[in-house]
């Protein structure tokens, strides 16, 4: 049995009974047959092309959520070393083996892109700095002045301390979803699958949910793309000179360049699959709870299902806020000083760095893709809590609908009221709950004050 039939199995009761809608599985096993057997008559191919009643068996469900979405994104995991190359104990022993090599690799490359980037003074803020310093040469009769390029600003706040907190949220995520080795997203996925089949929701509710998460993957594609494009215009304006090996080989140097870029490519890499990750699980559990509501205003899930359905959730809302947000937040603070110095060295307030001109559209491409890394998170976790608040008031909802429960007893219908009234749920960031009205006021506050700042004539 694969790891992906026992989680079928591990399914909470009221999936796979019929009180759950969409929970009958639509394939009998004979005495002799095995849940694989129940896999494998499943044809991924009816699957994907979401004929109605296949979309109805929760093997058939599980099976498109796995090829659809869950496969690829755990491939892409393990392509950056966040997750092992396998999770099967009945696998080769060699292919563990290079999973551990490929992880070390991925460690090593990353030291080496941050010493690379201090060799060659590279800043991802706003490019590569030089300035010129005077050294003297003693010779017989007279001194000769020379000049050397060497970086711009404070070692520590420049290089180490944003390579070393870029570092820790890579190692962090690496604990979290490698030696922790947790299933939350693949449960999440799985939950939020099921609770978007059923009679009452239309095939296409799955294809929206994985043209969704999928847009958010191609998000993070399309913004690790234009860094390369910034980091490969920056290097192509103008001469790039790595520190103690000024009178290497021209080959070395063209090598030290491709290294470089790479480097600083796996780095844009390791970070934008972080973040997608907790944009991804923070969109699956706005529409579990969307599905959520829908099913219980249809009067289509029971509110004893209802109720566990909650407290599962309150369970991978708190690994979200607990666990994955801290990763996010090491990235942000990283983000957002970039960003705000990169923004004062373009407007000219780097009151050092003189010699350093911007590429202006590049530069401002640089400032802006560093902008939309660290509000992405923002966004996602003021939507679910917008979902969490619509949840707080789904009991009054269904007590205003006295047709659809005409047979319930009030004393249910009071329980969800009075559940639904009393939950506090709310995505977090820096242990502070995120709202989309502060958002708002936040975006209009900086908004005031680059207006203010403008016409001051700060900026010209």
């Not at 290097?235 to 090598?255: C, R, Y």
Request: with cysteine; glycine share 4%; aromatic share 10%.
């Amino acid at each position: 049995m694969d790891r992906f039939t026992m989680d079928i199995c591990k399914m909470p009761r009221f999936i796979a009974s019929s009180e759950y809608p969409g929970g009958q599985l639509t394939h009998e096993r004979s005495s002799g047959g095995t849940e694989d057997d129940l896999l494998s008559s499943v044809d991924v191919a009816e699957v994907v092309d979401q004929t109605g009643e296949d979309l109805l068996s929760t093997a058939a469900v599980l099976r498109y959520c796995k090829f659809t979405i869950l496969r690829p994104y755990t491939r892409l995991l393990a392509t950056m070393g966040l997750r092992p190359l396998t999770l099967e104990p009945t696998e080769s022993q060699c292919l563990s083996i290079l999973g551990h090599l490929h992880l070390v690799q991925a460690l090593a490359f990353m030291c080496m892109g941050y010493f690379l980037q201090y060799m060659s003074c590279f800043r991802r803020d706003r490019g590569f700095c030089y300035k010129s310093k005077p050294t003297f040469s003693r010779s017989a009769a007279d001194v000769v002045k020379s000049h050397e390029q060497v970086c711009y600003g404070s070692l520590v706040f420049s290089y180490v301390l944003p390579s070393l907190l870029h570092l820790a949220g890579y190692v962090y995520a690496l604990w979290l979803f490698r030696i922790r080795q947790n299933e939350q997203l693949q449960n999440l996925m799985e939950r939020a699958f099921l609770l978007s089949s059923g009679p009452n929701n239309a095939p296409s509710s799955q294809r929206y949910l994985v043209r969704i998460l999928w847009l958010f993957i191609g998000c993070s594609i399309l913004w690790v793309s234009l860094s390369l494009v910034a980091v490969s215009v920056m290097m192509l304006d103008g001469t790039v000179i790595f520190q103690w090996l000024e009178h290497s080989p021209l080959e070395l140097k063209i090598a030290l360049k491709l290294l470089l870029l790479f480097s600083t490519l796996w780095h844009d890499m390791v970070q934008a699959t972080i973040t997608a990750s907790y944009c991804l699980q923070s969109q699956l559990l706005t529409s579990h709870l969307h599905f959520l509501r829908k099913k219980l205003l249809q009067h289509s899930l029971q509110p004893l299902e209802f109720m566990r359905e909650i407290n599962e959730f309150q369970n991978l809302l708190e690994y979200l806020n607990e666990e994955l947000a801290p990763a996010v937040c090491i990235f942000t603070v990283v983000n957002v000083s970039w960003a705000s110095a990169g923004l004062m060295w373009i407007f000219n307030y780097d009151y050092v760095d003189k010699d350093t001109h911007p590429i202006i559209v590049v530069s401002v491409l640089n400032v802006v893709l560093w902008v939309l890394a660290s509000v992405a998170p923002f966004i996602q976790a003021a939507r679910l809590t917008s979902a969490c608040e619509k949840t707080k008031r789904l009991g009054h909802d269904v007590r205003v609908r006295p047709f659809v429960y005409l047979d319930t007893p009030n004393e249910d219908l009071d329980a969800v009221l009075l559940f639904t009234s009393s939950l506090h749920m709310q995505a977090k960031l820096f242990q502070v709950p995120i709202s989309g009205r502060y958002l708002c006021l936040l975006l209009a506050g900086a908004g005031i004050t680059i207006l203010t700042l403008g016409q001051c004539h700060v900026f010209q």
